[in-house]
């Protein structure tokens, strides 16, 4: 009898432990790519004004790279989470203006910048698709001649990924890898 009660204790603990990572683990089998936050493959449409381009590891100012892509949308688009995961509002002040971070299940997060508006609040729940925020010009995408767009960034465990490069549903992993190491620029 103590026996069997030293077996099914232990057991018994690890229920709720294992129980939600069983869940993650089925989720991320279902969700192994990331939906489009605007737009689509076939019709998304990179920034490009006279502050830069769009593309992931353009140049900005001070020699920084950009570490996310932007995509091109008139203000007030609404913005869809590209995995289900946790919504964290952004706290830190540094030119990503009013913007969501999303973390997944596979400890991926997802960066959603300049945006005019968050429709989700911190700590809340997102299934992938779901309208996160709607496109704005906070942060340093201030200025006139910047086009609207959504900053839009990957990172797994810290290293920012090109979203373009496989990750996005229907993009190809390009044959590249390995990226010098450059300061992030924010917009
Ligand atoms: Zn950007």
Redesign the pocket.
Known sequence: MTRLVAWLLPAALLVPVVTPLWGRWQLACREPTFTWPIGGLSDYVL?ADAY?S?AFGSRRRGGRS?????LAAPIGTPVRAAKSGTARHGRQRDGMGTYLEVHHHDGSVALY??LSRMVVADGQWVSRGQVIGLVGKSGN?RPRRIHP?L???LRLRGVPLDPLDGYLDGTEVSRSSGRPAARS???
């Open positions: 920034r830069g769009g950009h570490n996310g892509i932007d910048g300049h995408a767009h900053h839009f960034e620029a924010k917009t």
